[in-house]
């Protein structure tokens, strides 16, 4: 059974920077490609960014771009978020997912349901 931790969530001013950490077990890491999403009060659960087996391969939202970050350390089976410039609008709960990348699996990443493991989230609030 896989399991997902997210940490490095809190507070921060608009401008500043946060880090967040997924750690992985349960699987081989390597095999998951990993998705970070997030889902502001009262609004749907939306794609962040993700990230390939091997960490060649990212895609973001447009909202993000430039701003955030996303890498991965299979030796330390772990996928982190580094947010830069953040804006009050980032303020939401972030989840981390893992979906298994087989030769037979078709996914769309930007989907949650894509995905077969899920964290339970770390909250971030950026401040104005």
């Known amino acids: 059974q896989v399991r997902l931790v997210e940490s490095g969530g809190g507070m921060a001013q608009a401008g500043g920077s946060l880090r967040l950490s997924c750690r992985f077990s349960?699987?081989?890491?390597?095999?998951?490609?990993m998705g970070w999403f997030r889902q502001a009060p009262g609004k749907e659960r939306e794609f962040v960014a993700v990230?390939?087996?091997?960490?060649?391969?990212?895609t973001y939202t447009d909202s993000v771009k430039g701003r955030f970050t996303i890498s991965r350390v299979n030796a330390e089976n772990t996928v982190y978020l580094q947010m830069n410039n953040l804006k009050p609008e980032d303020t939401a709960v972030y989840f981390c997912?893992?979906?298994?990348?087989?030769?037979?699996?078709?996914?769309?990443?930007?989907?949650?349901?894509?995905?077969?493991?899920g964290g339970q989230g770390t909250q971030v609030t950026v401040s104005s």
């Open positions: 349960g699987r081989t890491f390597s095999n998951y490609a």
């Open positions: 997912a893992a979906a298994l990348i087989t030769t037979t699996y078709t996914m769309n990443p930007t989907r949650w349901d894509s995905y077969h493991y």
């Open positions: 990230i390939n087996w091997r960490g060649g391969i990212t």
